[in-house]
């Protein structure tokens, strides 16, 4: 898979709520940072899975939709509005950057 079909399938995954799906998409060391603090939120893909399904998949009703993206070989940024985390959408831009056809960093921002 390319960088970008991975994005894509995880974020199939995610708004169907499919964990196991939404997993396979990311290298067993995927770390995901929050920025512009460069603050490491999640560190490896058990500790991203936890997350997932305790904070992120346990919501009925949870989707993303992008509003714009960019694809830049193996590193794709996606503003992202997510709905069902928040009482209004969230936005956030997040950066994926893929090795090996699957996801192995996750860089999210914020709107603040």
Do not use: W
Request: with cysteine; net charge negative; aromatic share 10%.
């Amino acid at each position: 898979m390319t960088g970008l079909e991975c994005v894509e399938e995880q974020l199939a995954a995610y708004n169907a709520r499919d964990l196991a799906r939404f997993l396979a998409c990311f290298h067993d060391d995927v770390r995901s940072f929050r920025m512009l603090e460069m603050a490491l939120v999640l560190d490896g893909k058990a500790e991203f899975g936890a997350f997932y399904a305790r904070e992120r998949f346990s919501r009925p009703c949870l989707r993303a939709e992008i509003v714009n993206r960019i694809v830049l070989g193996e590193t794709i940024i996606d503003h992202e509005r997510i709905f069902g985390i928040a009482a209004a959408p969230v936005e956030m831009v997040v950066m994926f950057v893929a090795r090996d056809g699957l996801i192995a960093r996750v860089f999210a921002i914020p709107a603040k």
